[in-house]
């Protein structure tokens, strides 16, 4: 990995914690010389930021949400340079079709899809501008390929973002611009106690690795994957070494979607 990425500028998003920190962290370690890290929980990507730290390497912050705008407007001139991109913000949901209230299957969509599009956008722009060409990736989601009940937002949202990935790959090409997915399964990050479900399941069965535990029981392999694992993965799509291969998915989960 060491000088994979040797003097390049990358741009990650939803970089405070799990899977964006540890993209982020092998950015860094493949020798990037310049880092633009967005979240939008600013007090824990100032602490990503101190993380990540290290001589030779430049660290701006983004603050802010993937769905607004304004936001990437305002962001031209930081991602200036730029030939990676991680369109890696994310939010998680449960809610069944026949429960779900709107403003959840809103927000839900909001992030995943609208924020995915929005940032890829600004990647794009970026890379064009610069004449050098480029490679990005989306976080997508084992959920955009296998139907579950209980997933419609997060699965619509997915599977929609997977599809924008594909478009993405064809424009870009002109361009020398790569693009691909990233479709994790179960992966240990905070997302999960974001939901009401996992909560419970932790409440019921004792941990969290309980609750992986339990939750990877239909997962060949058997078991979640950790960030940094998810982040190899990313790595290798980002780099070089996947030059000539663009507009697909690489599906990390365990082999739960077979
Ligand atoms: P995480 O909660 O650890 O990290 C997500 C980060 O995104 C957080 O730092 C959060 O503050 C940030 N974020 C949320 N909404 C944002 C917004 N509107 N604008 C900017 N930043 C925002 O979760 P994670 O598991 O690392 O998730 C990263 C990506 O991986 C997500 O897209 C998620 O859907 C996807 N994913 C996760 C899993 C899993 O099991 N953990 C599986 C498949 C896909």
Redesign the pocket.
Known sequence: MAGIFHGQSALV????????LAIAQALADGGVARLVL????AD?LAQARDALARPGLAIDLLP????DPALWRAATPLLAGITLGVA?????DNGAIDTMDFDAWRRVLG??LD?CFLSLQAMMLAMIAGEQGGSIIV?????GMKAEPGTAAYAAS?AAALHLMRVAAKEGAPHRIRVNAIA????E????S?TPFFRDMVADLGSEDAAYAALSQDTPLGR?AR?EEIAAQAAFLLSTAAGPTTGTVLVCDGGYSL
């Open positions: 998003t939803g970089a405070a914690s799990g899977i964006g967005n979240d939008c929980d824990r802010g949400s993937v769905d890696n913000a994310g939010i998680a992030v995943n924020g976080t997508a989601s084992v959920s997915k994790p399964g179960g992966v990050t905070p997302i999960w974001t979640f960030a």
